[in-house]
Each structure stands twice: as structure tokens, then as C-alpha cells.
């Protein structure tokens, strides 16, 4: 079973540019999840999708940032303008059931804002 | 301080040592997780423990959970190069119990 995915890797853009993060959770689970980390801090929650519901969106640092799941399957998150303190890792996560605490990670978008 | 806050921040050991890394939090939990984050890759989920567990091993890995301290730790015995990693302690929060709390991590390096 393929686990969760996310495109692309590595993403380099300039300050005021747009870039888009795909995710896509494990074949049937309910549960998304998106985290960052940025250079040097803790991991943090952004926010919680279940299925195409946002169940949780406490996390997202602000306005310019767009998240989005359509159809309840793979994730979209949009930085849009970037800037230089969005720069880390954008992880996703995917989890189901009971067992929703228990979150499956994909290997994360490193994003570099110059 | 924050939620999840691992000591010692980096550890550095001789393989086959073993490594012992702490957490510590501030809110009542259901339980605790540990994950692992390998270079460039995402994070492995190693090991989960309930707050009416006290200590749980899972091949060379040993966590323990004090939740009068508040506090948890995570043994690495006989430890290898392939541990080499950052080690994180995440406790959930939130609706459902589901959204994850980080810690800041402890970066281990094994020494051939």
C-alpha cells in the first residue's frame, strides 16, 4: 500500500510568488492533516480535513494561505503571496478511524522563499 | 516552554552506546507518540503510549511516561548508524483528540 505523498520535494520561488503543495493521504483515509516546520522550531499543526470538510484550521498563520480538498481525496495547500518567513517543511499527514490520533507522514516539501 | 520540549536539543554517541532522549509537556494527555525524522524524508511514527501506561518497548526502543512529572523518555539501546535522526515527542490535542503537538526535537547522531 502506497503511503502518503506529497509533490513537489523541493520547491525554490521568490518573495510575492505563488506555489502550490500537493498531498496525497493513504487510499481511504478520512483524516488530512498538514504541519510545518520552519528552521530551527517545533513542528506545527495548520490544519485538519475530514474528507473535504476543514475540521480544523486553528493552525493556518494567515490569509495567505489557501487549503483546500476537493472531492475529499488528495490536499492542495497555496502560499500565495510567499514570504521569507514561510520558508520550511510543509508536511502532510493521514490517518482513519479509531485510530485517527495516530497520523501517517509523507516526507514533506522543503519550500525555500528568497 | 512549549508543548513537547525534548532534551537534550542534539546527542552525540558511539554506535552500539545507547541514547536516551526526554520530553516533557504541560497539558493532560490520553497519550504520547515518538516519531523519527531521517534526513530529507518525513516523519516514521516509532512508538505510542497511553497515559495508563507507565513503559512500553517495541524492539530497541523502550518509552517511559510519567505523567505525575509530566515527562517522557525515549531509550535507544545498542544503538546503530541507520538511528541517526531527529526524534520527536508529539502529543495530541485538540477536537477528536486527533491535531498533533510537536516538540522541538533532539537531533542524534551516531558515531561509526
Known amino acids: 500500500e502506497a503511503g502518503v505523498t506529497q509533490f513537489p520535494s523541493h520547491s525554490v520561488i521568490e518573495k510575492g510568488q505563488t506555489v502550490t503543495l500537493r498531498c496525497d493521504p493513504i487510499?481511504?483515509?478520512?483524516?488530512l492533516y498538514w504541519y510545518r516546520r520552519v528552521m530551527g522550531k517545533e513542528i506545527k499543526f495548520l490544519l485538519h480535513f475530514v474528507k473535504e470538510s476543514k475540521q480544523d484550521e486553528s493552525g493556518m498563520p494567515n490569509n495567505r494561505f489557501l487549503a483546500e480538498r476537493t472531492g475529499g481525496t488528495y490536499s492542495t495547500l497555496k502560499v500565495q503571496p510567499a514570504e521569507l518567513e514561510d520558508s520550511g517543511v510543509y508536511f502532510c499527514a493521514s490517518s482513519q478511524g479509531l485510530r485517527a490520533y495516530e497520523q501517517y507522514f509523507g516526507p514533506g516539501t522543503r519550500l525555500t522563499v528568497t | 516552554s512549549q508543548q513537547g520540549e525534548e532534551d537534550p536539543q542534539a546527542l552525540s554517541i558511539q554506535e552500539g552506546e545507547n541514547a536516551t532522549m526526554n520530553c516533557s509537556y504541560k497539558?493532560?494527555?490520553?497519550?504520547l507518540q515518538w516519531y523519527r525524522q531521517n534526513s530529507g524524508r518525513g516523519l516514521v511514527h516509532l512508538i505510542l503510549i497511553r497515559s495508563n501506561e507507565r513503559e512500553k518497548h517495541s524492539g530497541r526502543l523502550r518509552v517511559t511516561l510519567d505523567t505525575s512529572k509530566k515527562s517522557s523518555s525515549l531509550l535507544i539501546t545498542a544503538s546503530r548508524a541507520a538511528d541517526t535522526a531527529s526524534y520527536f515527542c508529539a502529543t495530541p490535542r485538540g477536537f477528536g483528540n486527533e491535531k498533533l503537538t510537536f516538540g522541538t526535537g533532539t537531533r542524534l547522531t551516531i558515531i561509526p
Open positions: 497539558t493532560s494527555i490520553n497519550n
Open positions: 487510499s481511504g483515509h478520512d483524516n
